[in-house]
């Protein structure tokens, strides 16, 4: 009797490209991305990136900080002794994980106001709009509602079926059309949940010496929908 080839532990903790030239743009991406296009023409100097989770925020962060030279940190960690480092003359910063409980609300305010008065730029990426993060610093709020609020919506067919078929072709994995349609019909509308998934159908396709296939590939699926694995992007 043979023996059933063994469920994989896999690390799908790989790093993902974020190159401007891993970044597909569609409808629900383009307007996010022709704002970060525009740096530093930019009508305010403090501007919001505002999605659900897997739809790019963090893609389009790392392409700002290459272009900006920015600083990336999580909101979280904006406090009084990082913001002199952070505010200097033309400085960029970007801020992810907004909103957050544990907003240091005076110094996210400082840190505004200096990059405002020196000409530099903060990019927030966040998932709700700030009259939802339960700011009291009126000030702050203030100051939050009125910068330019980029909207990037889920996913579209047509861009998850260009970002999966990206994915497989960069593993060097060559899959069938009614694969990717298979996927596309049951998957998270997540680039993150994406990136997830193939790394994922290619590893056990490794594993068990074959090419991916649409019964590997719902397999894979269901096992990584039961776990959760394809819930979240952390931005």
Known sequence: MST?????ILDLRSK???????FLTASSNRLAADFIDRWPDWPSSTALLMGPAGTG???LLEIWRRRSNAQILSIAD???????????????VALEHAPDATINQRALFHLLNVARENGGHVLIATRQ????????????????EAAPAIAIQPAEDD??????????????????ASLIEYLIARMPRSLA?????????DARALAL?????????????????ESAQLDDDGA
């Open 16 to 22: 993902p490209a974020y190159g401007q030239e891993d």
């Open 159 to 176: 861009l998850l079926r260009g970002v999966l078929v990206k994915l497989f072709a960069d593993r060097q994995s060559t899959v069938e």
């Open 209 to 225: 010496g074959s090419r991916p296939t649409r019964s590997l590939a719902a397999k894979v699926l269901s096992e990584l929908t």
């Open 57 to 59: 925020k963090t893609h």
């Open 4 to 8: 059933p080839p063994r469920q994989l």
């Open 193 to 201: 949940a994406a990136r997830i998934l193939v790394a994922a159908i």
């Open 78 to 92: 904006v406090n009084d002794d990082v913001v002199p480092g952070l505010a200097k003359s033309d400085s960029a």
């Open 129 to 144: 709009s700030p009259r939802l993060w339960g700011i009291t610093l009126r000030d702050l709020a203030s100051r939050l």
